[in-house]
């Protein structure tokens, strides 16, 4: 559970990152890497993009090798996983920014017709 946290929490940081900090908002992970390391914009997006990689090595580790977590409960998480790095991945923020690639997927999954 907390490598999905991790992967979404950087995903979403990085996709909206640019936004956020036009309005004003609040440090991200981007920036608080920044700062804390004196790199640059493009070094804190590899670095973690790194953690993101290591993050769902230990999803997939997790998934694949339970200990005591039901494995429904583990598709859930790995579920939720998928769908944030869908949403975030290529530093593209469809969650608010619901545009073609969103409406594309929301139409092919509740309107189009699956044929037998």
């Known amino acids: 559970m907390k490598a999905t946290s991790t992967i979404m929490r950087l995903l979403d940081d990085m996709a909206s990152h640019k936004f956020e900090q036009e309005r004003g908002h609040a440090v991200s ?3 608080c890497y920044m700062k804390q ?3 640059s914009k493009q070094h804190a997006y590899q670095e973690l993009n790194k953690r993101v990689e290591d993050g769902w090595k230990d999803v997939n580790q997790g998934y ?3 200990i005591s977590i039901p494995m429904h409960l583990l598709s859930c998480i790995l579920d939720f996983a998928c769908t944030g790095d869908f949403m975030c991945r290529g530093n ?3 969650f608010t920014n619901v545009g073609d ?3 594309d997927h929301i139409t092919s999954l509740f309107l189009d017709l699956v044929p037998l």
Do not use: I, R
Request: aromatic residues 0%; hydrophobic residues 35%; charged residues 25%.
């Open 101 to 103: 690639t969103m409406n």
């Open 92 to 94: 593209k923020d469809l």
């Open 37 to 39: 390391h004196g790199v």
């Open 29 to 31: 992970s981007v920036e």
């Open 64 to 66: 694949l090798k339970p």
